[in-house]
């Protein structure tokens, strides 16, 4: 996997993670280009200088600012390892229900890691899968959450409920999210581009929470959404 930016390349830096090689482009001049350099190097992490045309032609997001570092795919957590981290705190967990761009994807993962959430649960079938794409919208975020990959979310749904997180879903149709409680141990579903929170996963959940809209369109973009509903649950998670 190819992880391409300053921010990116700095943040994977990091962490624990084995980096096969950085591709830094040659004559880099600026003054935070040559810091990264210098960490880089710090960190005994093999540097390859290549031309830009070489770092152009393996960028995927052709805004690589002249870094590419590879690594291994992505290693998903377990579910447990999501909630051994939730044990002695109020635990905050955001499930994905059928997000499938990778765009959205990685956007939610930089949302809920600047949040901290505790970890993000999507499912192995119809979702958008860590990649490339993924670890590059999230600027690095990626690399200090935890995302657990499951085979089936309402099961997991219900693990989480049996752990005694209260789990609400936000959709369209339920009460207003600025007055619902969303302290204490809380699991925030957040549905797909297209269809919302499934029928069945929305049976699931212990209240529905909505956004209120007063514009002419009534929805919102799922990274947006999400936004604004972990950032409502901070607000109160954190009023002294």
Same mark, same amino acid.
């Given at each position: 996997?190819?992880?391409?930016?300053?921010?990116?390349?700095?943040?994977?830096?990091?962490?624990?993670?084995?980096?096969?090689?950085?591709?830094?482009?040659?004559?880099?001049?600026?003054?935070?280009?040559?810091?990264?350099? %210098?960490? &880089?190097?710090?960190? =005994?992490?093999?540097?390859?200088? #290549?031309?830009?045309?070489? *770092?152009?032609? +393996?960028?995927?997001?052709?805004?690589?600012?002249?870094?590419?570092?590879?690594?291994?795919?992505?290693?998903?957590?377990?579910?447990?390892?999501?909630?051994?981290?939730?044990?002695?705190?109020?635990?905050?967990?955001?499930?994905?229900?059928?997000?499938?761009?990778?765009?959205?994807?990685?956007?939610?993962?930089?949302?809920?890691?600047?949040?901290?959430?505790?970890?993000?649960?999507?499912?192995?079938?119809?979702?958008?899968?860590?990649?490339?794409?993924?670890?590059?919208?999230?600027?690095?975020?990626?690399?200090?959450?935890?995302?657990?990959?499951?085979?089936?979310?309402? %099961?997991? &749904?219900?693990?989480? =409920?049996?752990?005694?997180?209260? #789990?609400?879903?936000?959709? *369209?149709?339920? +009460?207003?999210?600025?007055?619902?409680?969303?302290?204490?141990?809380?699991?925030?579903?957040?549905?797909?581009?297209?269809?919302?929170?499934?029928?069945?996963?929305?049976?699931?959940?212990?209240?529905?929470?909505?956004?209120?809209?007063?514009?002419?369109?009534?929805?919102?973009?799922?990274?947006?959404?999400?936004?604004?509903?972990?950032?409502?649950?901070?607000?109160?998670?954190?009023?002294?």
């Amino acid at each position: 996997m190819k992880v391409e930016g300053r921010n990116s390349v700095y943040e994977l830096l990091k962490t624990d993670k084995e980096i096969d090689k950085v591709l830094v482009q040659k004559d880099l001049q600026d003054e935070a280009s040559k810091r990264l350099i %210098n960490v &880089i190097r710090s960190h =005994k992490v093999k540097v390859q200088v #290549v031309d830009k045309r070489v *770092i152009e032609k +393996e960028s995927e997001s052709k805004h690589s600012q002249g870094f590419i570092a590879f690594v291994s795919d992505y290693k998903y957590f377990d579910l447990e390892d999501i909630l051994d981290g939730c044990k002695d705190k109020d635990g905050f967990v955001v499930v994905l229900n059928e997000i499938l761009d990778p765009h959205n994807l990685g956007s939610i993962i930089r949302v809920c890691e600047c949040a901290g959430v505790d970890g993000i649960v999507i499912s192995k079938d119809r979702s958008a899968s860590v990649n490339d794409t993924v670890m590059r919208i999230s600027e690095g975020s990626l690399n200090h959450i935890k995302v657990a990959r499951v085979t089936n979310i309402n %099961n997991a &749904i219900d693990k989480l =409920k049996d752990e005694g997180f209260w #789990v609400y879903g936000a959709e *369209i149709g339920g +009460e207003n999210i600025y007055n619902a409680d969303l302290t204490g141990k809380l699991c925030l579903v957040i549905g797909g581009e297209d269809s919302g929170v499934k029928r069945l996963t929305k049976t699931k959940c212990d209240k529905i929470v909505s956004i209120p809209m007063f514009g002419k369109v009534n929805s919102l973009n799922a990274s947006v959404a999400c936004g604004v509903a972990v950032y409502e649950a901070v607000r109160q998670r954190t009023v002294k």
